[in-house]
């Protein structure tokens, strides 16, 4: 595992932070700080700290990435825990959850974190990792979302925030927002409306999350607490008619039991 960046937290939120969200001090702190995991780029990432959250550290599996440049000028402690550095998956993601929990972290989001977590991490933060997933859940699971969804022909998919259990993106759906396909979308045009979607999504769930937790009203027990039917805009997409997936199904690569996938 190999650090970059300075060994800070978040830099004081200016004034009109009616929920100190932007301050992981003391107690209160520690229930809404966040641990965020990046494989890539980071523009979600980077949604979550223009919105001003108390992200306490930013961990990836991968060295010299965007997301870790942008977690740098922020002034968030990075660290870089590489799979052949450790004896096994659950050895790295074991270090990893050390390596969060050490700087504050209650809550984990997966921006773009590209590979699976393991029970070590999963046990740590159970019932506190988020993800985002580029598709309505449960049917169109796994790393393909944007070439499955156009590979269906459905008139409408959907960015969508999920927490992460032990299976492939088969947990509990906290938020969805609808995005509709066009007949002329490719793979390109399509991402780009469902991440333009997840960049505002994301961090305003992530918020709702922290608030409900440092209220008390969640307090951190986990899915069943905070997981809300959703109306209007944010309701949950319509099953598509054909190629989706059956909810708790294993997903496409029959992941084994203990492994989860953490991606975009």
Not at 18 to 44: H, M, W
Not at 55 to 77: C, Q
Request: charged fraction near 25%; include cysteine.
């Amino acid at each position: 595992m190999s650090n970059t960046g300075p060994e800070s937290t978040v830099p004081p939120a200016a004034s009109g932070d009616p929920e100190g969200l932007r301050r992981p001090e003391g107690d209160a702190g520690q229930k809404g700080a966040i641990g965020v995991l990046v494989s890539g780029e980071g523009t979600n990432l980077q949604a979550l700290i223009d919105e001003g959250l108390p992200i306490v550290a930013v961990a990836s599996n991968r060295p010299g990435v965007r997301a870790l440049e942008r977690a740098k000028a922020a002034g968030i402690p990075t660290a870089v825990f590489e799979l052949s550095e450790y004896e096994s998956r659950d050895a790295r993601d074991a270090a990893m959850a050390d390596w969060l929990e050490e700087r504050g972290a209650r809550w984990t989001v997966c921006a773009g974190y590209m590979q699976l977590l393991r029970a070590p991490f999963l046990d740590r933060f159970a019932g506190r990792i988020i993800n985002t997933h580029s598709a309505p859940l449960p049917e169109f699971p796994g790393a393909h979302p944007i070439e499955d969804v156009l590979a269906a022909g459905v008139r409408e998919t959907a960015a969508t925030v999920h927490y992460i259990d032990e299976g492939v993106d088969t947990g509990p759906v906290i938020s969805s927002e609808r995005v509709p396909v066009y007949d002329d979308d490719t793979v390109e045009t399509l991402r780009a409306r469902v991440q333009a979607v997840e960049h505002r999504l994301l961090p305003k769930v992530v918020r709702e999350l922290l608030v409900s937790a440092s209220r008390g009203a969640a307090g951190g027990a986990g899915p069943e607490s905070t997981v809300r039917p959703g109306t209007g805009p944010e309701s949950p997409v319509p099953s598509a008619a054909s190629g989706g997936h059956e909810a708790g199904s294993a997903g496409p690569e029959g992941r084994p039991a203990g492994e989860a996938r953490c991606v975009r």
